[in-house]
C-alpha cells in the first residue's frame, strides 16, 4: 500500500456521525436485507468499501503545505468499475435548502433575495462554524481544511506572475469577485448576530473557496451542495487514460486529431461523464460509483468536471502534474495576414472563442485548424473548397504549409513575450519547493537569510543540481527572488514563517502554471515544425 491509512481515532467521531446520518459504504443489497431505516448498520459510515487515508502529495498538492501527504479515500478491498461505493442521504449534505431549514437565516435570507446561491451556502457554512458542537455538522465542520489556495486568494504579485493577460485578468477578477461576495453578504452576517471573525474578508474568503473547492452538483441549486465524505475523494481529470499528454509524436490522421479534440472538448461519451455518480433522486441519497477497477489500498478518485489549470487553480487551489484537458486559447489568423481578403471568410470567432485553441499535447483544436486553413486560402478556394476545411481536410499543401508557418511564429511570438524562460521558472520551482517542502518555516527563514545577506549560492538545502544551469539563468532566478523580498505582502509576512510559506506555495502554483502554459506553446511549435518538414518533403516529392 502507498498510502498512510489514518486511524480511526482521528475520525472515529466523524465516521461515527456519519453512520448516524446514514452515510455508507455498504451495499444497497444490504440495507434492504435489513430494511429501511438500518442504513447505517456498522457504528461507523465507511470500512465496506473505502476508509479514509493519507496520499503522498508530490506534484500536485498545494495547500497541505507542510505535510507532504493529501488526505483522501483508499480502496479497502479491490473494487470494480461501475460499483455503488459510497452514499450519502439528502439530510447529510449542506445546501441553500438547508440554509432555509434554520428559521433565523432564512428569515434573514428573505429580505436580501439579491444573494447569489453560493453567497447563501457560503454564508450557511460560516453561520454553523459559528454554532460550534451545536451545528448539525460540527463532527464533519472540524474537519474542512484551514487553508486554500485558490485564485481569490492570489494578490496582484502573484496573479501577476502567471503571465498572461488572460491569466492574470482571471485571477484579478477572481480576488475582486470574492471582495464584492463579501460586501454584499456582510450585512446578512452582521445581522444574524455573529461574532466579528465570522464577518471578516479573511472568513469569507475561507468559506467562499471551501463552497467553491468542495461543493458536488445537485439538481435543485447551481450552488451545489456540500456532501460530507463525499467531499474526500481527490480529482482525477475526464478522459486521463485515452490522452496521451506527454507524448509529442504527431497525429497519424486529421481523423485521430478530430477524435482528440472530442474527447477534450464537448464529445465524452455520457458513460465517461456520469460514471462518478450524482445525486439520486429515487434513493435520495448521493450516490458514489467507482470509475474504473481499484485494487485494495489504491486511491479512490472522483471526476468533478472537465478543467484546464486555470479553471483547477480558480475553483479548486490545485494543479495536476499533467492536466490532459489543459489548453491555450488562440484566435485563428484572419485572411488579411495571408494577403487575402477577408471578405466571406467566418465571422463567428469570437462567438466561440474556446473552439479555438491548443490542446495540452500542443495539437491544433479540430475548429482551429478549420479557422486556420480557411484564412490561409484564397478567397476562390475558400469558396470552392471550403468545406473540405469544415470536415478536417487539408485544402492543399501549400495552405498547411501557409498554416504551421503562421502557427509556429505565433506560438514563438507569444513565448518570446513572458518575462521569464521555462527554465528559469523550472529552477524557481525547485528553489520555491525547497523552501516549502524540507523543513519548513525554518528552512524558508533559513532561505530569507541567506538572500538578504546576497550570497550567490544557494543555501545547501537546495537542490546541488540548480549549479547545472548556465549563469544567466541563476542570476535572473535570484533577481526575482530579491523582488518578490521587496514586495509588500512579503515584506510584512517574514516574521510569520507560516504566511510566507503559504505565499510562496500561491507563487509556486502561478510559476506551473505558467510553466504549463509555456509547455503547451513549445509543443506546438515542435509539433509544426515537424508537420512543415513533412510538408516540404511533400512539395519536393511532387
Ligand atoms: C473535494 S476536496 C478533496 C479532499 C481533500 N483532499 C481533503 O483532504 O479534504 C478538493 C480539494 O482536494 C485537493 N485535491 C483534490 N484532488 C487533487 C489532486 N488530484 N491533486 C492535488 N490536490 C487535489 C485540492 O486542494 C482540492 O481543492
Known amino acids: ?20 446520518m446514514g452515510i455508507t459504504d455498504a ?6 436485507t435489513h430494511g429501511a431505516g438500518q442504513i447505517g448498520l456498522s457504528s461507523l459510515c465507511l470500512g465496506h468499501c473505502l476508509c479514509i487515508a493519507s496520499f503522498p502529495a508530490a506534484g500536485g498538492c498545494v495547500w497541505f503545505l507542510f505535510f507532504p501527504f493529501r488526505r483522501g479515500l483508499a480502496a479497502m478491498r479491490d473494487l470494480s468499475e461501475g460499483e455503488l461505493i459510497l452514499r450519502v442521504p439528502g439530510q447529510a449534505l449542506m445546501s441553500s435548502k438547508t440554509a432555509r431549514q434554520d428559521p433565523r437565516l432564512k428569515k434573514i435570507l428573505d429580505s436580501f433575495p439579491a444573494l447569489s446561491s453560493s453567497q447563501i451556502l457560503t454564508i450557511h457554512l460560516l453561520s454553523e462554524i459559528a454554532k460550534g458542537s451545536t451545528s448539525q ?8 481544511p484551514r487553508v486554500h ?10 496573479a501577476e506572475e502567471l503571465q498572461e493577460d488572460d491569466a492574470i485578468c482571471t485571477a484579478k477578477s477572481a480576488a475582486q469577485k470574492a471582495y464584492a461576495d463579501w460586501e454584499a453578504a456582510r450585512p446578512v452576517i452582521l445581522k444574524m448576530g455573529l461574532s466579528h471573525r465570522f464577518a471578516t474578508l479573511k472568513a469569507w474568503l475561507w468559506a467562499a473557496a471551501t463552497v467553491s473547492s468542495r461543493s458536488l452538483h445537485v439538481p435543485w441549486d447551481e450552488a451545489g451542495a456540500l456532501c460530507p465524505i463525499g467531499d474526500f475523494f481527490n480529482y482525477a481529470p475526464p478522459g486521463q487514460h ?8 504527431p497525429h497519424s490522421s486529421e481523423k485521430e486529431q478530430q477524435l482528440d479534440d472530442e474527447q477534450s472538448g464537448f464529445g465524452l461519451s455520457m458513460r465517461e461523464r456520469l460514471r462518478d455518480g450524482g445525486y439520486d433522486t429515487n434513493l435520495g441519497a448521493y450516490c458514489f460509483y467507482a470509475r474504473q477497477q481499484y485494487k485494495k489500498g489504491q486511491q479512490v478518485l472522483l471526476c468533478y468536471g ?21 489548453m491555450v486559447y488562440l484566435l485563428p489568423p484572419d485572411p488579411l495576414e495571408f494577403g487575402h481578403s477577408n471578405l466571406g471568410a467566418s465571422s463567428q470567432h469570437l462567438a466561440c472563442r474556446t473552439r479555438f485553441h491548443l490542446m495540452a499535447n500542443g495539437n491544433p483544436s479540430f475548429s482551429l485548424l478549420a479557422a486556420m486553413r480557411l484564412s490561409a486560402a484564397s478567397p476562390a478556394l475558400r469558396k470552392s473548397h471550403g468545406y473540405h476545411a469544415l470536415s478536417g481536410q487539408q485544402l492543399s499543401i501549400e495552405v498547411d504549409n501557409d498554416v504551421y508557418r503562421w502557427l509556429s ?11 521569464t524562460i521555462s527554465q528559469e521558472d523550472i529552477v524557481l520551482v525547485k528553489i520555491l519547493s525547497a523552501c516549502c517542502d524540507s523543513n519548513g518555516s525554518q528552512t524558508v527563514s533559513a532561505f530569507l537569510n541567506e538572500l538578504s545577506k546576497g550570497r550567490k549560492p544557494f543555501p545547501d538545502f537546495i537542490d546541488k543540481d540548480l549549479l547545472t544551469y548556465s549563469p544567466t539563468v541563476l542570476e535572473n532566478v535570484i533577481k526575482q527572488l530579491l523582488q518578490m523580498m521587496k514586495v509588500e505582502g512579503f515584506k510584512k509576512g517574514f516574521s510569520d514563517h507560516t504566511k510566507i510559506a503559504y505565499a510562496f506555495e500561491r507563487w509556486k502554483a502561478a510559476i506551473q502554471w505558467r510553466l504549463s502554459h509555456k509547455a503547451v506553446l513549445e509543443r506546438c511549435i515542435q509539433y509544426s515544425n515537424r508537420k512543415l518538414l513533412l510538408l ?6 511532387r
Not at 137 to 144: E, M, R, T
Not at 306 to 326: R, S, T
Open 137 to 144: 455538522w460540527y463532527a464533519y465542520l472540524v474537519h474542512l
Open 242 to 249: 485515452e490522452a496521451n499528454v506527454v507524448s509529442d509524436s
Open 409 to 419: 511564429e505565433k506560438c514563438q511570438k507569444l513565448l518570446a513575450k513572458f518575462p
Open 149 to 158: 489556495h485558490t485564485l481569490s486568494y492570489f494578490c496582484s504579485f502573484e
Open 1 to 20: 500500500m502507498s498510502i498512510e491509512s489514518s486511524s480511526d481515532d482521528q475520525y472515529g467521531e466523524l465516521l461515527a456521525w456519519g453512520a448516524s
Open 27 to 32: 451495499p444497497l443489497s444490504e440495507q434492504k
Open 306 to 326: 472537465q478543467y484546464n489549470d486555470l479553471e483547477l487553480l480558480e475553483y479548486y487551489g490545485f494543479l495536476l502534474p499533467h492536466n490532459p484537458n489543459n
Open 536 to 541: 516540404n518533403k511533400e512539395l519536393l516529392d
